[in-house]
Each structure stands twice: as C-alpha cells, then as structure tokens.
T-cell receptor, first 115, second 110 residues
Framework: GAGVSQSPRYKVAKRGQDVALRCDPISGHVSLFWYQQALGQGPEFLTYFQNEAQLDKSGLPSDRFFAERPEGSVSTLKIQRTQQEDSAVYLC?????????????FGDGTRLSIL | SQQGEEDPQALSIQEGENATMNCSYKTSINNLQWYRQNSGRGLVHLILIRSNEREKHSGRLRVTLDTSKKSSSLLITASRAADTASYFCATVESNYQLIWGAGTKLIIKP
C-alpha cells in the first residue's frame, strides 16, 4: 500500500490509561502532521514534523500529549492519563515537500473512545 | 482554532444537479485547498488554488478564489451518488500549517 497507514483504527480505553497511536507515512515523505478531529468538525492541528525534527507542537492540548518520529518515518502520538475529552478521531497526514504548500495525504485515522 | 467557515453546513440535492459550497477565511493566505472526507475515512485532496489564481478546474470540479472578499467556492457539476461526503476548505498561512473550516456535508439523492 502506498498510502498513509494508521493503527489501530479504533481504540477504546478507560479514563486514566495511556494510549499510543501509530502513523506510517508515505515512504520518503518529509513532512508529517497530526490532527485531532471532533465529530462534525474540521481537523485541528496538533503537531508537525519535518523528518525527525518536531518543528511545531503548539496544537497539543496539554502536556499529556506527546509525539515522536525518531527516525524520520513512523510517528507515534502518545496520550498519557487519558480523559474523556480526549475522545476524537486522530488523523495523520504526510507530504512529500516541506510545509503546507503542497497537498497532504491522510490516513483513515484512529477513532479513540475514552470511557 | 478554525479559520474557514463553510456555507452551507449541509446540502442535499438530486443526482445530476450541481452543488456549490462556499468557504470564507479571515487572514491573508498563500493558497487554499479543498478536501473531501467520506464517512469514517481520512481526507482526500481535491484541488489547490494559489492566492494569485482566480479560478481552477479539475474534471467536474471548479474552484474560484476572491482574495478581496476572503472567500472561495467549490462547484461540483453533474453530481453523482459517490460525491456524497463532507467537503472542507483549508488555508495555508504559515509555510506549513493548514487551518480548516468546519465543512459542508453534501448528500446526493439518487
């Protein structure tokens, strides 16, 4: 598959548990983005990587959210001590060029439900 | 924070009719992009229009951009059932960050 792959597709966790969401971008894509999408809303920016460097994490809602991309390819979004308001779809996107001047390619997202 | 606002929020038309969606934004932009999202899926890029362009076509899609009014429109001609989806506009302000609207939910009735 040549597209962006996210896993798991669905994740149910109890409040207080830690979760890890994985994103496999398109091979060779430099830019990687994480978004949070609430039901019926557009995506909200969380963080941006250029290769392994996290250039912008201004959208992360709290210090419970942490993202990494250690080798410049696969990325993981980790949420510690989950709360009910963390329930949302988490989307990953990659782009072959730096920045937002080119289209982004999205995975199908991870739907996170916190009970 | 969301920059764009799509109008209408929901649109239901008969197959074969044209569908028009509008997007307004607040600040100066580098480009504006339109994406489609089918239920339960990720977003798919449809078309990108640069700030110095006024109109762009791609198949059955026509996008216009009016930077003086800070608005854009997406026209889908001869709609099909497969066009049923949510449509989002996104603007690029900085050199990487996309700012999204809340989307228009389009339903094509057979």
């Amino acid at each position: 598959g040549a597209g962006v792959s996210q896993s798991p597709r669905y994740k149910v966790a109890k409040r207080g548990q830690d979760v890890a969401l994985r994103c496999d971008p398109i091979s060779g894509h430099v830019s990687l983005f994480w978004y949070q999408q609430a039901l019926g809303q557009g995506p909200e920016f969380l963080t941006y990587f250029q290769n392994e460097a996290q250039l912008d994490k201004s959208g992360l809602p709290s210090d419970r959210f942490f993202a990494e991309r250690p080798e410049g390819s696969v990325s993981t979004l980790k949420i510690q001590r989950t709360q009910q308001e963390d329930s949302a779809v988490y989307l990953c996107a990659s782009s072959g060029r730096t920045g937002g001047l080119k289209p982004q390619h999205f995975g199908d997202g991870t739907r996170l439900s916190i009970l | 924070s969301q920059q764009g606002e799509e109008d209408p929020q929901a649109l239901s038309i008969q197959e074969g009719e044209n569908a028009t969606m509008n997007c307004s934004y607040k600040t100066s932009i580098n480009n504006l992009q339109w994406y489609r999202q089918n239920s339960g899926r990720g977003l798919v890029h449809l078309i990108l229009i640069r700030s110095n362009e006024r109109e762009k076509h791609s198949g059955r899609l026509r996008v216009t951009l009016d930077t003086s009014k800070k608005s854009s429109s997406l026209l889908i001609t001869a709609s099909r059932a497969a066009d049923t989806a949510s449509y989002f506009c996104a603007t690029v302000e900085s050199n990487y960050q996309l700012i999204w609207g809340a989307g228009t939910k389009l339903i094509i009735k057979p």
